[in-house]
């Protein structure tokens, strides 16, 4: 289910959390309205959103086709007065969000949906001031907001179905997983796994067998590396080998009684205690900012996801969804007689080489895209390529002017030099997107083949009327100096 489209949001609350959502509605187009009583909410939001959008951008390799505004208000009742969804993300105090939910649902239009972000407080207590609590349900994001995908939806009692339902929809929206907690309890799933870790981590370190550095690489050394592919379940009936889940718990369930944890239990968190923990996590950081710990949290999540993406995986396909719905569409005018703009993206730290330039075999990734939306702008698209229909690159020189670096903007432009039934001739520039540079060339040719027959084959009427519009309409352009150019041999 694709999700529903909203254009109006309100965050109420904009620390870690309300910045990360207005990180993520703007990015997917929705203008954002954003009431926080702090003088410093505003400064720090927009140090969030950019370092969001450097993450996004890295992430979709694009910039969306628009982006939505973000302002700022101090009055509540402003900032909520025309949202379709408003965001609670204050403090994790009962009263204090009772009160603002209450002000919330006097001042929001009577068909908008109020998340709460609350990391475990139950709804029911949550909507017990408000007039019209059935559209109120908890919508429990992480950290940060605007790039991982989970959601957990949890209705209260006075929760009305239609509500979650319309919360997961526009979630998903917005690229990411609605995870609907079947029942009302206290840290719903993803909080009463965290808090089991987190009070292990806290006696490891209380009873110092072990520093918080030291526990933090048990978790990303190891099991941390599998929890983002399977979780904990699937991991363990792997651990099974081939008689799997029941093998597994044959084998470590007797275990659970001996019992290795301190679960039920938590350590006195004294002065001394928290001294230690602040102490040893200084030296972890290592003089490090927050702002620069989120950029490389970013970074790494960004490369994980990238990789996740490419194999179709938990959180990367939910990511390769949202990144292809919301790629902005080139421009294919097949009449134009100007080359087309067909592909755009920047370069992410994935693509640099030690120079933190764009890396030669990145310069062919860029072009072969280039080269796919051109065929499909010609009608080789999925289906067609499905049933067996596709173009193969069967030669390619390209030319390297300039060097592009980290974060940099790029755009694609594609002139087709001549087609005939069987082939496309054609000239791609790399092209700096905001400077204009021309940066690199590739003259392609491309075969039409049928894979099911295993050779060349004609191209079908539709497709080669389309061709030869395309390379009509591109007739009149100047010859590109470089096309039919060889390499000069040294001697
Ligand atoms: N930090 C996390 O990792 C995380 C993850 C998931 C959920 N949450 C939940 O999100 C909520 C917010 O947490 P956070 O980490 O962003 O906290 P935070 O302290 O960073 O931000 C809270 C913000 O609320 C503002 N605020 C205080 N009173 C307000 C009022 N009356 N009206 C409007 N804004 C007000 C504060 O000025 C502050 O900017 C909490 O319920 C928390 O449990 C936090």
Redesign the pocket.
């Known amino acids: 289910m694709r999700g529903l489209a909203i254009s109006k949001a309100a965050c109420?609350?904009?620390?870690?959390?309300?910045g990360g959502w207005a990180a993520r509605y703007a990015w997917n187009g929705i203008d954002v309205r954003i009431?926080?009583?702090?003088p410093e909410?505003e400064r720090r939001c927009r140090e969030v959103i950019a370092n969001a959008e450097r993450a996004l951008c890295h992430l979709h390799g694009d910039m969306p086709a628009r982006r939505g505004s973000v302002t700022f208000t101090d009055r509540?009742d402003e900032a909520v007065a025309d949202a379709e969804i408003i965001q609670e993300?204050?403090?994790?105090q009962v009263a204090?969000k009772q009160r603002?939910l209450a002000e919330i649902d006097a001042a929001a239009p009577a068909q908008a949906l109020i998340g709460s972000?609350?990391?475990g407080l139950r709804p029911s207590e949550l909507q017990a001031e408000m007039a019209r609590p059935e559209r109120f349900i908890v919508t429990?994001?992480?950290?940060p907001v605007y790039l991982l995908p989970l959601v957990e939806l949890c209705g209260g009692a006075k929760s009305n179905q239609v509500a979650l339902e319309r919360g997961a929809a526009i979630y998903r929206h917005l690229g990411m997983r609605p995870l609907i907690v079947r029942r009302e309890i206290d840290g719903f799933v993803a909080d009463r796994l965290l808090e089991a870790l987190w009070r292990e981590a806290l006696w490891l370190v209380h009873d110092e067998v072990a520093t918080v550095e030291e526990v933090d690489d048990a978790v990303r050394f190891g099991a941390g590396l599998r929890w983002a592919l399977m979780g904990s379940f699937l991991t363990y009936r792997i651990a099974g080998g081939e008689q799997g889940m029941r093998h597994f718990m044959a084998q470590f369930g007797p275990a659970l009684s001996w019992p290795w944890t301190k679960l039920m239990d938590v350590p006195e968190l004294t002065d001394e205690f928290i001294d230690r923990i602040a102490e040893q996590s200084d030296d972890q950081a290592a003089g490090r900012s927050i702002r620069e710990l989120e950029r490389e949290r970013d970074d790494g999540l960004v490369a994980l996801l990238e990789g996740l993406s490419r194999e179709k995986l938990a959180a990367g396909e939910t990511v390769a969804q949202h990144v292809a719905a919301t790629r902005p569409a080139a421009t294919a005018d097949l009449d134009a007689t100007a080359p087309l703009d067909l592909y755009r993206g920047y370069v992410t730290p994935a693509m640099v080489d030690y120079n933190d330039h764009l890396t030669e075999s990145q310069y062919v990734e860029v072009f072969g895209r280039a080269a796919t939306a051109l065929m499909e702008a010609l009608g080789a698209d999925q289906d067609y390529r499905d049933a067996g229909g596709t173009f193969f690159t069967v030669e390619s020189h390209q030319r390297y002017l300039q060097e592009i670096g980290l974060d940099e903007p790029y755009r694609i432009e594609v002139q087709v030099l001549g087609a005939d039934d069987k082939r496309v001739h054609a000239f791609l520039r790399m092209v700096h997107a905001q400077s204009g540079d021309l940066l690199a060339t590739a003259e392609q040719m491309y075969l039409h083949v049928d894979r099911h027959a295993g050779r060349a084959t004609a191209a079908p009427d539709a497709m080669r009327a389309r061709m030869d519009r395309v390379a009509g309409a591109h007739a009149d352009l100047d010859w590109p100096e470089d096309a039919g150019r060889t390499m000069r041999p040294l001697r």
């Open positions: 109420v609350g904009a620390g870690v959390i309300g009431h926080d009583p702090d909410a509540l993300s204050v403090p994790e204090l603002i972000s609350t990391s429990h994001p992480f950290n």
